[in-house]
Structures are given as structure tokens and as C-alpha cells.
């Protein structure tokens, strides 16, 4: 446990405090499914931008990638890089077509809807399959935020990890359940600028005077933790362990709720500001999140004995060594910011699978938007239930179960979304053989290992449903005239739409 304790308390209490009334506020502004989904897009380009953000890099910014940094040293970098260029293509190659294409097919609200009306699937099949898989993955990604904030109670006041595990979970149901997209998107700018500032603020505070020269440093120990092309045992680094890291950039075209703060951006001119906005934000929360690690190495092997039991707590260590307790409160709340920011945004996603893609198609056609809301709002609560249970073993590491579902979405959703973007001779057969076999692969690949199988498993599965959509499509006939023809007028829009 961390001392201070108390006072880390306080701060914390008055952090939720302030989350709770941002939801309380966006509750009084949710009217419709539109609203409580999409947030009536009316998103500007700086709580668009945090919030995808945000969003995107969950607890795993502050505990899983420096404890990455923390084992492996430079080679870290590999996988901030492929981050940072995912992100920069995302906003640039995606953003402002997919907002408005969603529009012009009917206002679609998810990915599923989205992809279902743009290929005129009657069947509903295609919506269907791609809420399963959001489902699957999403129950993964959220229980890796919900062991993040297990493992912030745990080592702050020394809570059994069970009982840590479920205050996090009900900090995040709570808010997220009555604001919904403006609750998430408006704590998300909130939480979001906290994280990039105690990323900033904390290897640059513990740098003491024993190691001001950290390259210098980290040479005397190991000369190892500073080569980009060998591991930490002097070993020359694989082309399929530099690919697998890069490839997580791979992951950001297929991830509903980044995709989703895009469609709910108000223009397609505060899209350009935006991404600006989220690039930085991004390059200097990565680079500080490295920092941090390289630092822990130091920090525990002076002041620890050199042994550290989970290297994702370190953050929270040189937190605590080197601020008042209640700045250190402030600061540990960035933690809780990085796993609600994310958790809400992944449970908001999953219900809106639920509620829009199963509930009101398969067996509520002509439900009002409010029981569509409110089975959204019970779908909130059954899916942090599922999500709890999975993370209930101590064991779990935050970065490998975000890896394992962010693989899982870039797979089945990246190339059938990028595709269908793009690609106007694209078919339903096409995006339905896409979004299985991406989806599919990365579950069979995940559980292989040796050889060729050691790849991340984004690579094979983004490679895989590529060439499904494409060759499926291209058997099948290709798009269907009134497709095309639509296909066409989206183009024109996105010189029309603001």
C-alpha cells in the first residue's frame, strides 16, 4: 500500500465528485438515441480530439506501457511509433468520410448500422455479425480497464484486489450509465488533458539528482535498455517481434469507439483541427509514458532493492516518491481517468451493439428511441457485470488483454471499414466474409504460438480479411447498381457536407 493514503483519498473523492456531475449535466441533454449514442454530434475538435484519445489509450498508457518501457528499455519506442502513425492515418484517411457517409446512409449511429446500410444488407445479417464481435472483443478490452483500476486501489490502499476491482467498476457504471456519449465525451477532454499533464510532470519530478543524465545512467546498468535493434539479454530483435510491435498501429481503423467520436464530430472542418490536436496529444502522452519506465528502472533499483512484483504499478511508485499527497492524489486520478475514460467508452459502444444492432432489429423494429436508450442503459450494467467477472484474476495484465482485443477489432472491422470507404465495387458478401475471417483469425491465431504464429495476431487477421472482402466481393459480382450509384454521391457529399 502507498502511504498517505488518506489524503490520496480525499483528492480522489473529490475527482469523482466532479465526473459524476459532468454525467448528472449530460444526462439533462440526453433525449434520443442520438443523443445518448452519438451525442447528437455535436462534438467541437478539442472533446472530439481528447476524447478519442483518451479513449483510445485507457489504463494501459499509464500502467501497461511503462511497464513495457520498464522491461524491454528503448525498444519500447517500436510500439509508441506504430501508435502515433496509426493515429495520424486514422484521423487523416478515415475521419471525414466515415462521418459522412454516416450521415447520407440514413444516419447510422454504429459501426454495425453503418456498414449494413452502406451495402443495402435486408438480411441484417451483417449487422448482426459485426455486433457479435463487438461484443466479444469489447468484454476483453473493458475487463483490461477494470484490472487497471484494481490494480490503482490495490497498491494505493491496500484493498484486496477482488474488492479494488469492483469499487473501480461501479465509478465507471455510475456516470456512464445516466450521461452516456456527452458524459463520456466531456469527462474524457477532462480526464484526458490530466493524463498528458502527469505524463509530462512525472519523469521530469523524479529524475533526482542520482540520475539527471538517464541515458548515461541506463548504460552504467544495462547498455542494452538503449538499442532500439537488440532486446534487454543483447539478443538482435526478430523482423516478427519489430512487426508485431509496429503493427498495433494497424489497430486504429477498426475500433468502435474511436471510430465513433469521428461520426459524432459537428463538422468536417473541425476534423482537420482535430487531428492536430490528437497527434499531439498523443506523441507527447506516449513519450512520457517511456519516459516514465526508463526512470522506474533507476528509481526501483536504488530506492526497491532493485525488485518491483508488477512492473505496471510503476507509475504509481515514482508518483508517490516524488509529490505531496495530494498532488500525488491528483495525479493517481489520472489512473482512474485513463481506465474511466476508457472503460465507459467501451461499455457506451457495446450497449449501443446491443440496444441498436440486436435489440431494435432483431426483435424491437419498432421500438421508441427512449426504450431503445433505456435497454442501452440496462445493457451498460449486464455488460460491466461480464466484463467484472473476467477480471477478477490478479494475474491479468493490462497490456496483454488490450492487445488481444485490439487485435480482435483492427482484424475483423479495419480493412471492412477502410474498404468500404473506399472501394465502391465492395459488396454485403464481401464486408460480411471480411469482418468473420479478420474477426475468426485472430481468436484461432492467438492460440498458437511458435514460428510464424509468435506474429501479432492483427497482422494475419487484417492481411486475411483484406483479401476476403476483395476477392469475395469480386466473385460475387461486385456492388449492386444502386450501390454504386450511391457510392458516387457520397463522394459528392463530402464536398457539400460542413
Not at 455535436?42 to 506501457?65: F, H, K, N, R, V
Not at 469527462?187 to 488533458?193: F, H, I, P, W
Not at 498532488?327 to 489512473?335: S, Y
Request: aromatic share 12%; charged share 10%.
Amino acid at each position: 500500500m502507498i502511504e498517505n493514503s488518506v489524503a490520496i483519498s480525499a483528492t480522489f473523492i473529490v475527482y469523482l465528485v466532479l465526473m459524476l456531475g459532468i454525467g448528472i449535466y449530460a444526462y439533462k441533454r440526453t433525449s434520443s438515441s442520438e443523443d445518448y449514442f452519438l451525442g447528437g454530434r455535436s462534438l467541437g475538435p478539442w472533446p472530439a480530439a481528447i476524447s478519442a484519445g483518451a479513449s483510445d489509450m485507457s489504463g494501459w498508457l499509464l500502467l501497461g506501457l511503462p511497464g513495457y518501457a520498464y522491461a524491454a528499455g528503448i525498444e519500447s519506442l517500436w510500439l509508441a511509433a506504430g501508435l502515433l502513425a496509426g493515429t495520424y492515418l486514422n484521423w487523416l484517411i478515415c475521419a471525414k468520410r466515415l462521418r459522412t457517409y454516416s450521415i447520407e446512409v440514413d444516419n447510422a449511429l454504429t459501426i454495425p448500422e453503418f456498414l449494413s446500410r452502406r451495402f443495402e444488407d435486408k438480411s441484417k445479417l451483417l449487422q448482426t455479425i459485426s455486433a457479435f464481435f463487438i461484443l466479444l472483443f469489447f468484454l476483453f478490452y473493458t475487463s483490461s480497464g477494470l484490472v487497471a483500476g484494481g490494480k490503482l486501489f490495490e497498491t494505493v490502499f491496500g484493498l484486496d484486489y477482488s474488492t479494488a476491482v469492483v469499487v473501480g467498476t461501479v465509478c465507471v457504471v455510475s456516470y456512464t450509465l445516466f450521461g452516456g456519449f456527452l458524459a463520456v465525451s466531456w469527462t474524457d477532454l477532462v480526464q484526458g488533458l490530466l493524463m498528458a499533464a502527469a505524463l509530462m510532470i512525472v519523469p521530469i519530478a523524479t529524475m533526482d539528482v542520482a540520475f539527471t543524465d538517464l541515458p548515461g545512467a541506463l548504460e552504467a546498468k544495462n547498455p542494452e535498455l538503449l538499442t532500439l535493434w537488440n532486446d534487454i539479454n543483447g539478443e538482435p530483435l526478430s523482423a516478427i517481434a519489430i512487426i508485431s510491435l509496429v503493427a498495433w498501429g494497424l489497430g486504429y481503423f477498426g475500433q468502435p469507439h474511436i471510430l465513433a467520436r469521428f461520426q459524432a464530430t459537428r463538422t468536417n472542418k473541425d476534423i482537420t483541427t482535430a487531428r492536430h490536436i490528437a497527434v499531439v496529444w498523443s506523441a507527447i502522452s506516449m513519450v512520457g509514458a517511456v519516459l516514465i519506465g526508463l526512470v522506474g528502472i533507476l528509481y526501483v533499483d536504488q530506492h526497491l532493492g532493485g525488485e518491483l512484483a508488477d512492473g505496471e504499478t510503476i507509475f504509481m511508485y515514482l508518483v508517490n516518491a516524488a509529490f505531496h499527497p495530494v498532488i500525488a492524489g491528483i495525479l493517481l486520478a489520472a489512473i482512474l481517468a485513463a481506465v474511466m475514460s476508457t472503460a465507459d467508452s467501451q461499455l457506451l459502444v457495446s450497449s449501443s451493439a446491443l440496444a441498436e444492432d440486436f435489440y431494435k432489429q432483431v426483435f424491437r423494429p419498432q421500438a421508441s428511441t427512449k426504450e431503445v436508450v433505456m435497454v442501452g442503459r440496462f445493457a451498460v450494467v449486464v455488460l460491466s457485470v461480464v466484463a467484472l467477472a473476467l477480471a477478477m484474476n490478479p494475474e491479468s495484465s493490462v497490456l496483454g488483454l488490450v492487445s488481444y482485443a485490439w487485435a480482435g477489432f483492427g482484424a475483423a472491422f479495419g480493412p471492412a471499414l477502410l474498404l468500404s470507404l473506399f472501394w465502391k465495387d465492395m459488396n454485403r458478401n464481401g464486408a460480411l466474409a471480411g469482418v468473420i475471417i479478420g474477426g475468426v483469425t485472430v481468436v484461432v491465431w492467438k492460440q498458437i504460438s511458435g514460428g510464424i504464429f509468435d506474429i501479432y495476431e492483427i497482422v494475419p487477421g487484417f492481411i486475411f480479411a483484406s483479401v476476403a472482402i476483395i476477392s469475395i466481393s469480386k466473385m460475387t459480382g461486385g456492388a449492386a447498381d444502386t450501390v454504386m450509384q450511391k457510392f458516387d454521391d457520397y463522394e459528392q457529399s463530402l464536398k457539400t457536407l460542413p
